[in-house]
């Protein structure tokens, strides 16, 4: 039986798993929520625009790109918060 890729929400929340454990990821998650809208959608896009040249799951370019909504980002600058690396 074939594998199941794993939806871009699940990709998403192990995201936020990493980048609670992982303090370099933590630090670069943290860096881009903390921009400004227009810093934060361009940085995202050239990340992704990278990422899709190195071959990288679109799983894993999707939870990226959920990051460019102001609402998302807020809120994983607050799940974040408390978890410092």
């Known amino acids: 039986m074939k594998e ?6 699940e990709v998403f929340v192990n995201l936020i798993r990493v980048a609670r454990e992982d303090a370099k990821i933590g630090k ?39 990051l460019r909504d102001s609402q998302m980002a807020a809120q994983v600058k607050i799940l974040l918060l408390d978890h410092k690396a």
């Open 28 to 66: 670069f998650v943290r860096a881009i929520v903390d921009m400004g809208d227009f810093d934060r959608k361009s940085v995202i896009n050239t990340f992704i625009h990278e990422m899709a040249l190195k071959g990288a799951p679109a799983e894993f370019i999707k939870a990226v790109a959920a």
């Open 4 to 9: 199941k890729p794993p939806t871009a929400d």
